[in-house]
T-cell receptor
Framework: DAGVIQSPRHEVTEMGQEVTLRCKPI?????LFWYRQTMMRGLELLIYFNNNVPIDDSGMPEDRFSAKMPNASFSTLKIQPSEPRDSAVYFCASSLSGRGAWGNQPQHFGDGTRLSIL | RKEVEQDPGPFNVPEGATVAFNCTYS??????FFWYRQDCRKEPKLLMS???SGNEDGRFTAQLNRASQYISLLIRDSKLSDSATYLCVVNGIGAGNMLTFGGGTRLMVKP
């Protein structure tokens, strides 16, 4: 079975440009997560969706960041305008619902998008 | 206090050694626990879930101590290929399937 698919794998662009990252979750998974990873801050949750609905976006750093999930098989994370401090690896992950309210299903990660803003 | 805390390491061990990592978590109501492995410039991958009674998968043993709110990972007979960062993961505060990742412990196995 295909895993979580992210594109592009690498993105280099100049500050001020719009950046769009894409993710296709594992088929049948109803949770989708966007993370950002840097050396300084580790792995940070930005936003997550359940059944295509954003549940918690408290990790989104600024209004320059937005995420959508128009259907069960596609999500985007957009940065507009981009800044050098947005340089990081952005991961998308998906999972099945857990059992009960607490959830106990592991998340499966895509290969990530390595973003560099010059 | 961070929700999930780990010693960042690095742990430098020779091949064949036994090495143990600990992790502490702050939310006493947490129900789900995992160890993930992340290789350099790669995505995190699930290594194993951690069950209340402890569980073993080959050379890897995971333990959970709810009273003290810590999780451990023991690796026996270390291989060069075990060199990676090991992330302690706990289900987050609140409902849903949100997980909280520790900062990771880096392991380097030397010949």
């Amino acid at each position: 079975d295909a895993g979580v698919i992210q594109s592009p794998r690498h993105e280099v662009t100049e500050m001020g440009q719009e950046v769009t990252l894409r993710c296709k979750p594992i088929s049948g998974h109803d949770y989708l997560f966007w993370y950002r990873q840097t050396m300084m801050r580790g792995l940070e949750l930005l936003i997550y969706f359940n059944n295509n609905v954003p549940i918690d976006d408290s990790g989104m750093p600024e209004d320059r960041f937005s995420a959508k999930m128009p259907n069960a098989s596609f999500s985007t994370l957009k940065i507009q305008p981009s800044e050098p401090r947005d340089s990081a690896v952005y991961f998308c992950a998906s999972s099945l619902s857990g059992r009960g309210a607490w959830g106990n299903q592991p998340q499966h990660f895509g290969d990530g998008t390595r973003l560099s803003i010059l | 206090r961070k929700e999930v805390e780990q010693d960042p390491g690095p742990f430098n061990v020779p091949e064949g050694a036994t090495v143990a990592f600990n992790c502490t978590y702050s939310n006493s109501a947490s129900q789900s626990f995992f160890w993930y492995r992340q290789d350099c410039r790669k995505e995190p991958k699930l290594l194993m879930s951690v069950y209340s009674s402890g569980n073993e998968d080959g050379r890897f043993t995971a333990q959970l101590n709810r009273a003290s709110q810590y999780i451990s990972l023991l690796i026996r007979d270390s291989k060069l290929s075990d060199s990676a960062t090991y992330l302690c993961v706990v289900n987050g505060i609140g409902a849903g399937n949100m997980l909280t990742f520790g900062g990771g412990t880096r392991l380097m196995v030397k010949p």
